[in-house]
């Protein structure tokens, strides 16, 4: 079945640093994937949509500037987060979708357990 | 998308069926119903998605009401590596909307 692959599993860095995960669609080609964020007993909550060869749609309250996607390509797109502070420490995931349409299953990363000292 | 109600937690015997519930009183004609669940530490992962009629796959049945405005997904046999968060999601026949997350059912699983 398809396979979305995140990268990396887990980040422990300093206060200030710039943080880049990746999110890989392994087996099909994905013009649209989605970041979501998750809190330790909380669900996920969208951050943004990310649109390949082109800028992506944040949820309101998601900072843009903060959060950099860049989908280059079918397979790829990439969160940063820019000078990253303990209040962003989270759970990121990733997902695709192969297609569009309410009818597709909707394929999700391991997640990123994001951790700023 | 219309809004989902499950509820928070449910208990279940190990190798026993369970029956975990939604309503969505206010889905369109238009509304796929989808599963999905959350084990510890890991992205969701997909379950089962049906629009009308009851789907079966190898993880798990979903039985949709004749009115669409509930259904319930059918583990036929629990396991203790069922032991997850379970989310019911409506989305969307149109347009590449993503999926949107409430606060699913926490399932536990007892041997």
């Known amino acids: 079945g398809a396979v979305v692959s995140q990268h990396p599993s887990w980040v422990i860095c300093k206060s200030g640093t710039s943080v880049k995960i990746e999110c890989r669609s392994l087996?099909?080609?994905?013009?649209?994937m989605f970041w979501y964020r998750q809190f330790p007993k909380q669900s996920l909550m969208l951050m943004a949509t990310s649109n390949e060869g082109s800028k992506a749609t944040y949820e309101q309250g998601v900072e843009k500037d903060k959060f950099l996607i860049n989908h280059a390509s079918l397979t790829l797109s990439t969160l940063t987060v820019t000078s990253a502070h303990p209040e962003d420490s989270s759970f990121y995931i990733c997902?695709?979708?192969?297609?569009?349409?309410?009818?597709?299953?909707?394929?999700f990363g391991d997640g990123t357990r994001l951790s700023i000292l | 998308d219309a809004k989902t109600t499950q509820p928070n937690s449910m208990e279940s015997n190990e190798e026993e069926p369970v029956h975990l519930p939604c309503n969505h009183s206010?889905?369109?004609?238009?509304?796929?119903i989808h599963w999905y669940r959350q084990l510890p530490s890991q992205g969701p992962e997909y379950v089962i998605h049906?629009?009308?009629s009851n789907v079966n796959n190898r993880m798990a049945s979903l039985a949709i009401a004749e009115d669409r405005k509930s259904s319930t997904l059918i583990l036929h046999r629990a396991t203790l590596r069922d032991a997850a968060v379970y989310y019911c999601i409506l989305r969307t026949i149109r347009g590449n909307t993503p999926l949107v997350f409430g606060k699913g059912t926490r399932l536990s699983v007892i041997a």
């Open positions: 206010t889905i369109s004609g238009t509304d796929y």
């Open positions: 087996d099909f080609q994905a013009t649209t």
């Open positions: 997902s695709a979708r192969e297609g569009q349409g309410g009818g597709q299953p909707q394929h």
């Open positions: 049906g629009l009308t």
